[in-house]
């Protein structure tokens, strides 16, 4: 009996997803879990493994092609896994499911003759039309409703011009700004609405400029080196941007004396590493600032479109650089663990994220997030906040320094290992009283030191 291999849900929030490779072809004989296709969302690449032993009889999903959860990605036929004359896969069209309750539907008559051969209308995950990721993001920023709009793509996908047409009668009327993608995207929708005699606010404009000022053109000179957006570099890009529009940012720094936690860590860390576990000061960091979120929830939370929810679960990303570029995997319920536990689960994440194995569950989740500019760090910095959080705790590198400390009742100067740690946190939920309050009880816990280990 044939299987059909379907995309399965790759995470809480991902509903779709793009074909980046294909590792096999048709005719091929392939084992059970033998990994068939990469898949791109816009949370992590992952591979999907096949169910069962057979031979691939068919390639439904064309590479480079956005398909959603549960569409039909291969055709396998399982048996004694013997290979047959391979097809070419390329010239196979992709098939998405169609919604249970929602049959087939013509395209609508004013949709574009693109639309109008591609028959069918299949409904996406969201129960509105397809439209990959880039296309919704676009969509929302321009302040539209992806689900009421009509697609004039294949199966009744929303192309990013269908959403530039929609969007350009709504380019500023009442003085609306212009939100969107790239900067020919909003060039776009400016030129639009001017050819309509409207008055449109013009934001500032990557490589374009804002009001009178205008970015010089780049001329290319010999021993430059022009280096394309990867994929994750885009999305980080995007993230950070918007996370800079829609959120007032405000940095706080705390200085933290660690010759307690210092002098701890060195008892242990040699039992640590017997056991296969790196005892890093990060992991004194993350479980203090597990504690004192658990403490003040309050930084804890998300901001909704008129409201805000303290959430339960303290879900801590930690970023980790590797050779791909950032990624933020994520420690689920860390109040839960000890110092012992979140040293392993620091390297556990750093170790998959080194050999590219996070999956979408892996970054997702975060309710809160710690940045660690590693070995050669800085005196500190304020990051951006890693949306939808309401704050990030950035790390500075630790160096030793004179402090005044008291003993005996008498002030007395000594060689400390200190350490700056700057807190980014958006005002329009956390107050200064609530912000610092946190930054203090993680430097209260780091000063005495005393975590169980």
Request: aromatic share 4%; with cysteine; net charge neutral.
């Amino acid at each position: 009996m044939t299987i059909e291999v379907t995309l399965p849900q790759l995470g809480e929030s991902v509903v779709e997803g793009t074909i980046s490779k294909w590792l096999v072809n048709e005719g091929d004989a392939v084992t059970k879990d033998q990994p068939l296709l990469e898949i791109a969302t816009d949370k992590a690449d992952s591979e999907i493994p096949s169910p069962a032993t057979g031979v691939v009889t068919k390639i439904v999903a064309v590479l480079g092609s956005v398909v959603p959860v549960k569409s039909v990605l291969c055709l396998l036929e399982p048996g004694d896994g013997k290979a047959v004359t391979p097809k070419v896969a390329s010239s196979v069209p992709i098939r998405a499911p169609v919604a249970a309750s929602a049959p087939p539907q013509v395209a609508p008559a004013a949709a574009s003759p693109a639309a109008a051969t591609s028959g069918a209308t299949t409904k996406s995950a969201f129960g509105g039309p397809l439209a990959s990721p880039d296309s919704r993001r676009l969509a929302r920023e321009a302040g539209l409703d992806a689900s009421q709009l009509t697609g004039s793509g294949e199966h009744g996908r929303i192309t990013r011009d269908d959403i530039l047409r929609a969007a350009a009668p709504l380019a500023a009327p009442a003085g609306r700004p212009v939100n969107g993608g790239s900067a020919g995207e909003l060039q776009q929708l400016i030129n639009a609405a001017m050819a309509d005699g409207k008055a449109v606010y013009v934001p500032p404009i990557p490589n374009v400029g804002f009001g009178a000022f205008k970015v010089p053109p780049y001329v290319e000179k010999p021993g430059d080196q022009i280096v394309p957006f990867t994929r994750r570099r885009r999305l980080t890009a995007a993230h950070m941007v918007y996370s800079k529009q829609v959120s007032p940012q405000v940095v706080t720094v705390a200085e933290v004396d660690l010759q307690n936690t210092v002098r701890l860590r060195d008892q242990h860390k040699d039992r640590y590493k017997k056991q296969g576990i790196g005892l890093t000061y990060l992991a004194f960091v993350v479980h203090a600032t597990a504690v004192a979120l658990k403490e003040n929830p309050g930084v804890n939370a998300r901001v909704l479109d008129d409201s805000y929810v303290v959430l339960r679960d303290i879900n801590l990303g930690v970023a980790v650089d590797t050779k791909d570029g950032l990624v933020v995997p994520v420690i689920k319920r860390c109040d839960t663990l000890n110092v012992r536990g979140v040293a392993m689960a620091i390297d556990e994440a750093a170790t998959k994220a080194r050999d590219g194995k996070l999956t979408p569950d892996d970054l997702s989740g975060a309710s809160f997030s710690v940045s660690n500019p590693g070995l050669k760090g800085n005196l500190f910095g304020g990051a951006i906040i890693n949306q939808p959080n309401v704050g990030i705790l950035r790390i500075g590198e630790m160096k030793k320094r004179v402090v005044v400390v008291e003993a005996g009742g008498m002030d007395t100067i000594a060689i400390h290992p200190v350490m700056y740690m700057a807190l980014s946190y958006d005002h329009r939920i956390v107050d200064g009283v609530t912000a610092n309050s946190f930054l203090w009880r993680v430097r209260d816990l780091l000063e005495k030191g005393e975590f169980e280990l």
